[in-house]
């Protein structure tokens, strides 16, 4: 099985959820706090395009950090990208990678399936 990878913010609920719920499994993971280890705007391109969603579908919109992002529904994908480089916060989670396939895991359940 391809390593899995799994992008939080540690006092996230769901993220503390989804690791209850890998313990229970017994499913060995690796955490990455993006707040400790930040996205690069390649690396999130690359992460998203693995779970066929766009950047906006992302968006914890609402985030105060949103607001002071500029990006609207009409900003181009590099521009929303961008703006999640800059403003972690507003990037929803827990996102768990396999190989080259990714999911937002909301719910968590969600997770389970690229396993």
Do not use: H
Request: charged share 35%; with cysteine.
């Amino acid at each position: 099985m391809s390593k899995i990878t799994v992008y939080e913010k540690p006092t996230c609920t769901t993220c503390r959820n989804l690791n209850k719920l890998f313990e229970s499994k017994g499913i060995d993971w690796k955490k990455v706090n993006y707040f400790v280890e930040p996205f690069t705007e390649a690396k999130l391109t690359r992460l998203l395009k693995k779970t066929d969603m766009k950047p906006w579908d992302v968006l914890r919109r609402a985030e105060p950090d949103f607001k002071l992002s500029g990006i609207d529904k009409n900003s181009s994908d590099k521009d929303v990208i961008a703006a999640m480089v800059k403003f972690p916060s507003i990037i929803q989670r827990p996102i768990v990678e396999v190989g080259d396939k990714a999911v937002l895991a909301r719910p968590i359940e969600r997770a389970l399936e690229i396993l």
